[in-house]
């Protein structure tokens, strides 16, 4: 092949070359979980999912582990496009979204298949309805699981014990209502500031779901653990809208395609391992006190009245429509 022809044809296999590298997406997702905790997992298999549903015409790099910063962060770079989405907790999106205090009331559920049951149906199409008004797309919803307390001061074992207690939350209304409704002291505070608070004694305690509690190493700063139960909270996968709406029909179906792959892999995981993850804290060394159908109901009784405070905030619609479609 004469010099002139080879040039020509290298220059071919260049252009071809970079216009595939030009066509091909690639979506930016992060998220503050541990590295063993299912949400993780489901990072990985979205990205697997939509590698191969579009044959790699999509490529979707993963910063977990809070690389991106904490959670409140995370949100607000998907909310600006620095990143196309992320998974966490819908607390990090009430500021935006206060209807979410809605599904977040306390001793709303008494299942997993209740709440799913509900966020999988008109009262989940109405929050996202409200999350694309704020420019998200909710993609799907997750288990996060009930919460519990924890705390270094005493066992909790009576609506009492709670009086005082310096315990953090997130940066949810109608959750920090509840726990100064049963005589706690609540704090806001991103996850990411979590342990070292505990460890320094900044706080006596704070609240997640087992889960969150082994992944996180809490047992480390924390002796006595509750089966409070007191929330169930969901994490959902979001992506920025404006990014989304720039992908193709085809690829736009594909990642929703892969999230619900990603969405029923976690839910599964999360059930399974609920109890595996209490026992292992119990063997970690934590006091393990559960509360009794008398001190519950208790409970129940002293933040029956937040619902009319979420009601003053959020009005009456997005109230009524999870108490009407919530099933017993």
Do not use: C
Not at 277 to 300: N, T, Y
């Amino acid at each position: 092949m004469h010099a002139r022809a080879l040039l020509a044809a290298l220059g071919g296999v260049l252009l071809l070359s970079t216009v595939a590298a030009q066509a091909q997406e690639r979506l930016r997702v992060a998220g503050n979980f541990p590295e063993d905790h299912t949400a993780t997992g489901a990072m990985e298999v979205f990205k697997e999912q939509v590698e191969e549903i579009t044959n790699g015409e999509i490529q979707v790099d993963l910063f977990p582990v809070m690389q991106l910063g904490g959670a409140q962060e995370n949100v607000d770079q998907v909310r600006s496009g620095a990143i196309f989405g992320v998974f966490t907790s819908i607390a990090y999106f009430s500021r935006s979204i206060p209807e979410y205090e809605a599904v977040s009331l306390p001793f709303l559920f008494d299942s997993r298949e209740q709440a799913f049951a509900l966020m999988d149906g008109e009262v989940g199409d109405y929050l996202d309805a409200k999350m694309e008004d704020e420019g998200f797309v909710n993609l799907g919803y997750m288990e996060l699981g009930f919460r519990h307390v924890t705390n270094n001061e005493r066992p909790i074992t009576s609506l009492d014990d709670f009086d005082g207690l310096r315990i953090r939350l997130q940066p949810n209304e109608v959750h920090l209502e509840s726990m100064r409704a049963v005589g706690a002291n609540p704090t806001p505070m991103d996850i990411s500031e979590v342990y070292s608070a505990l460890q320094q004694g900044v706080l006596d305690g704070q609240e997640n779901p087992y889960n969150i509690i082994a992944t996180r190493g809490f047992d480390e700063v924390q002796r006595y653990l509750s089966d409070s139960g007191h929330f169930f909270d969901f994490i959902n996968a979001v992506a920025n809208k404006e990014a989304f709406d720039a992908l193709s029909p085809e690829h736009q179906e594909a990642v929703r395609e892969a999230m619900r792959t990603a969405v029923l892999w976690q839910r599964e995981q999360a059930a399974a391992l609920e109890e595996q993850f209490r026992e292992e804290l119990i063997e970690r060394g934590m006091q393990f006190d559960p509360i009794s159908d008398e001190v519950r109901a208790q409970l129940r009784d002293a933040t029956e009245g937040v619902v009319d405070g979420v009601r003053e905030r959020i009005g009456d619609e997005a109230i009524d429509l999870v108490l009407t479609n919530r099933q017993s």
